[in-house]
């Protein structure tokens, strides 16, 4: 990508502040490259040293990266708010936003009459009992200890205030590779050192995780289930192996994000329990009951969480007890039960739908669980540019990767079944140029 913008600024905060103004105002786009250190510093009339310093700030800040051999470039979900994407054309078939199907979610309207309208006032207690009962119901049937737990504002939210709770910026994290976008941004912002870990179809594997805790981390994030983007859940024996693993390293700071909970498609398996010190299960409700409730409840164990609830207090104070009582509504009525389910197999049936289309072209692709399916593919902006032309929207694998090769993300939630064969088609066709096979 050609850089358009003119960095300005005569020492190393002007020059870091001329570049967040352009990637504030959308001139410096996710992706691009800043000038290599001495071009700019000849450019500016300062030493390089200057500059080094303005992309060491903006670096610890969560605004640039360094990308090997292609330089220094603009991360592509900054830490700051900017310009929204142009929205997908209305010929244009969406399938990249990760949105869950809003026919698969629990209307509000009821839940919200249930609601008593009186005003709560401060010093009552922060988290709603019947919510909290309702949660330790769900961890205690899945097997994970609900001795502590937290409601704060959706999944980043919890993962954000857990590592606060233990990290400083420098530590070294595990984290997924390829994993969720807003994970990688969050650790890059927190000034936290990634150790990539490969996965496979049954989650992390085992020897990379090995390798990261070599390096001494930290803290591990990962996704029990529905891993975004690549489909991955552990089954018991990965999970077993995890845990083995994990055991000689009790101090390091073990985080499961289960951001898609019941619609997942796959049972819940956790690496966590009292044989560790320090553990969070962030079990998050917006892809069972609508992106709109920022609402998940954190188990873990009991220093963690006293240091989220005591940071939570003298910030935010509290989630809001209005969405507090909805969430609780719907998790205790049947039929959003049902829908939940409904969802699930709906999920389910797309995802494999859609394997199985694109196995009879030769085309491999992945997604044991969740809401999308991902496909290596040799090269990701011919692939995205291709399928848009056939009238497909979906993800480049740029922002989910950190280490692994190139794919697609494919959200899957609203794909019709008699859409199946037609996009895995025009996807093979796109593929073919590239020398893959399929069939005719």
């Not at 049947?334 to 389910?348: D, G, N, Q, S």
Request: a positive charge; proline letters at 8%; one cysteine or more.
């Amino acid at each position: 990508m050609t850089l358009q913008y003119r960095i300005r600024g005569g020492t190393a905060s002007a020059i870091a502040h001329s570049i967040e103004a352009g990637i504030r105002d959308g001139r410096l786009p996710g992706g691009a490259a800043v000038p290599a250190v001495r071009a700019l510093a000849t450019r500016l009339a300062v030493s390089p040293s200057t500059v080094a310093s303005a992309y060491r700030t903006l670096t610890g800040r969560g605004l640039l990266h360094p990308d090997g051999r292609r330089g220094t470039r603009v991360r592509h979900r900054p830490p700051l708010p900017t310009r929204a994407t142009a929205p997908v054309p209305p010929h244009v078939r969406d399938l990249a936003n990760g949105s869950p199907n809003p026919a698969l979610l629990p209307s509000l309207r009821a839940a919200l009459a249930t609601i008593d309208p009186h005003p709560r006032s401060y010093g009552e207690r922060t988290n709603l009992p019947e919510l909290l009962r309702l949660a330790t119901g769900q961890f205690d049937h899945d097997g994970i200890p609900a001795d502590a737990l937290a409601v704060v504002g959706g999944a980043l939210d919890g993962i954000e205030r857990a590592l606060q709770a233990h990290l400083r910026p420098g530590d070294r994290i595990a984290i997924e590779d390829p994993g969720y976008p807003g994970v990688i941004d969050l650790v890059a912002a927190l000034g936290l050192v990634p150790e990539p870990v490969a996965l496979d179809e049954a989650g992390m594997a085992p020897d990379a995780l090995a390798r990261a805790l070599r390096h001494r981390v930290a803290a591990c994030i990962l996704t029990p289930r529905a891993q975004n983007p690549s489909g991955a859940a552990l089954d018991a024996a990965r999970a077993g192996e995890l845990r083995r693993l994990l055991k000689k390293h009790p101090d390091v700071l073990v985080i499961e994000d289960d951001h898609a909970g019941p619609v997942a498609g796959t049972p819940a398996f956790t690496l966590c329990g009292a044989d560790r010190t320090r553990w969070v299960v962030v079990r998050s409700v917006s892809k069972s009951l609508g992106p709109d409730l920022r609402l998940a409840v954190l188990s873990g164990d009991a220093t963690t969480i006293a240091r989220v609830e005591g940071r939570q207090i003298i910030g935010a104070g509290w989630v809001s007890h209005v969405l507090q009582r909805l969430v609780a509504s719907l998790w205790a009525d049947a039929a959003t039960a049902t829908l939940v389910r409904r969802a699930a197999a709906t999920y389910t049936a797309r995802r494999a739908e859609l394997i199985a289309a694109l196995a009879r072209h030769g085309v491999v692709a992945h997604g044991r669980s969740g809401l999308n399916v991902w496909v290596p593919v040799p090269e990701e902006m011919a692939v995205v540019r291709s399928l848009s032309d056939a009238g497909y929207a979906v993800n480049a694998g740029e922002r989910y990767r950190i280490a692994s090769g190139p794919a697609i993300r494919i959200t899957i939630t609203a794909l019709a079944a008699d859409e199946v064969a037609p996009l895995a088609a025009a996807l093979a066709a796109s593929l073919a140029p590239a020398g893959r096979t399929h069939a005719p």
